[in-house]
């Protein structure tokens, strides 16, 4: 049985050791009806595994490896054939360029455009090329460059290939929007903006050199970033039609994936868990986790779906968002995770100085996969929005538990000492700022704030629904110490906002009259209190017993 191609990113690999492959070959054909593109998508969507099939295809280098694509779809092409392996190629991926400094970045692009120097050694043999250039090449491949150097390396580069093998050149870059975010999160923004605007305006603007250039990345970044004057380039996101089935599976692909392994029957479970994006006008599952959930399935058959998605890095937008955001942000994310729809204008090209800017907000998240395109609203750019799948869902989910920890642990003590020195309107001002910050108020019934505050005490010595006196309590909040004091709460859910404050008093009268500040138990502390609190959406009323 074909092992999973989970993690492989080498396309030799993949074929060399006979892992499943998806085939994607006939993206091969788009590309060469284009001359300088860039296709985003969100992470772990197959960009870099397909940017390596391209290198592979077109390389003048790789034609050892022609039989990789053997008996694949785009070997029936036999125009598109003709471009296999005719072209000297350099393939360089930015997804590694994640440093906290643009100093450490530099290194890092140091490091990767040293090694596209190194594997082109025949250069250094050329009489095609003279030796000023060759100078420049040793000081890049030695790591010895002046800025300029770099910022002109994969022009110097394509320069030489194309005089040493009288060829134009390819150029591949992957996931060129990541030193972006990493420096926009790192605060060496301008800096980095200014270097990748320089690198790409020399390797794809102004060099004669240059057959084809073909970028991927996640955010379709605004040609006033960092792509100035490249007027002929053509971006392909998840708006656009063409090229839409080439990143993610299709249903088809699924379909025979969970066939090959005798898994065909999960089609449903799969579909409600990875799939829900729409690409152009494509259905498309995200291929990473419909592998790994044929890997678990693999490992033991009764395993449930879970998350996948959620495990690997760049999760932090949602939680961020949810952090940051304001009340209407807050109300927003609730109706999506019941499964509503968001009406938003989606601007398709972006920078990351607008990931902050409250308006751009959804556009970054349907861009990046946290969001689904439900449908287009008539009016241009305009957009009904969706959670696309259950593990997209679990991510919302416990972002807004994330946010809710934070924020317990943000008040849980002060509250706690309010309550034990019976300041009603502080505690219940307390307690309806953590609900307006925290909740949602679509699990609008009992048993839920009483979860809520379970909840919130889950660090201290809490107990719930136990006897006492003549019934049981819904919480007991047991002090550490015996000068400390003894709460107990009862809960009630209203059913309507005119009834919070009676509901609240009923509460506190039960705790009178079933006597269950008596136990036994509690005569050994300082003082027991009790209070009833009522709860309607995120607004409560507590009252002293």
Not at 151 to 158: C, T, V
Request: charged share 30%.
């Amino acid at each position: 049985m074909k092992k999973l191609p989970i993690g492989i990113e080498n396309f030799k690999e993949l074929i060399d050791k006979g892992y499943y492959y998806v085939d994607k070959t006939m993206w091969i054909k788009d590309v060469l009806s284009e001359k300088l593109v860039s296709y985003t998508r969100p992470r772990r969507f197959g960009k870099t595994l397909n940017m390596s099939m391209l290198y592979y295809f077109f390389s003048n280098k790789e034609k050892d490896n022609a039989y990789l694509f053997d008996n694949l779809e785009i070997y029936k092409e036999q125009e598109i054939m003709k471009h296999q392996n005719q072209y000297p190629v350099i393939f360089i991926s930015l997804k590694d360029m994640i440093e906290s400094s643009f100093e450490a970045q530099m290194d890092r692009y140091t490091s990767l455009v040293s090694d596209i120097v190194k594997k082109n050694k025949e250069l250094f043999d050329s009489t095609q090329i003279d030796d000023a250039d060759k100078d420049i090449l040793r000081n890049i491949k030695y790591r010895k460059g002046q800025m300029i150097d770099l910022k002109e390396s994969l022009y110097r580069i394509s320069q030489c290939l194309q005089q040493h093998y009288h060829q134009k050149v390819i150029i591949l870059i992957d996931e060129y929007d990541v030193p972006l975010h990493a420096a926009y999160k790192n605060g060496y923004y301008d800096e980095m903006v200014n270097f990748l605007k320089t690198v790409f305006s020399s390797a794809l603007k102004t060099n004669d050199a240059l057959e084809k250039g073909i970028l991927t990345g996640c955010l379709r970044i605004s040609k006033e970033s960092i792509f100035t004057g490249l007027n002929n380039f053509k971006t392909y996101s998840i708006l656009d039609i063409k090229s839409s089935c080439y990143f993610g599976f299709t249903y088809q692909e699924v379909e025979a994936l969970l066939k090959f392994y005798n898994f065909e029957r999960y089609i449903q479970e799969v579909k409600d868990w990875y799939d829900g994006y729409l690409f152009g006008d494509t259905d498309i599952f995200n291929p990473w986790s419909s592998l790994m959930y044929v890997d678990r399935k693999l490992q033991k058959e009764s395993l449930k779906p879970i998350s996948f998605w959620a495990n690997t890095s760049g999760n932090d937008i949602v939680i961020n968002y949810i952090k940051d955001g304001n009340q209407t942000l807050h109300d927003e994310f609730e109706l999506l995770m019941q499964g509503k729809t968001l009406v938003k204008e989606i601007k398709p090209e972006l920078t990351y100085r607008d990931m902050d800017n409250i308006n751009h907000i959804y556009s970054f998240l349907l861009m990046t996969g946290y969001l689904k395109i439900y449908k287009e609203i008539k009016t241009n750019e305009v957009y009904e929005l969706v959670i696309p799948n259950k593990e997209v869902y679990k991510i919302y989910d416990q972002s807004f538990m994330d946010y809710f920890n934070e924020i317990k642990h943000q008040y849980v003590n002060e509250f706690i000492q309010l309550l034990n020195d019976e300041e009603v309107e502080k505690s219940q001002s307390m307690l309806n700022d953590i609900l307006d910050r925290s909740i949602s108020y679509y699990d609008n019934y009992e048993s839920f704030y009483h979860g809520f505050l379970l909840g919130l005490f889950q660090d201290l010595d809490v107990s719930s629904n136990k006897e006492a006196g003549d019934g049981r309590f819904d919480i007991e909040i047991l002090p550490r110490r015996l000068d400390g004091t003894v709460i107990i709460i009862e809960c009630k859910h209203s059913a309507t906002l005119d009834e919070l404050m009676s509901d609240s008093q009923k509460a506190a009268k039960q705790i009178k009259d079933k006597r269950y500040l008596s136990n036994p138990k509690y005569q050994k502390y300082r003082k027991s209190v009790g209070y009833g609190i009522s709860f309607f959406k995120k607004q409560c009323i507590i009252t002293k017993a």
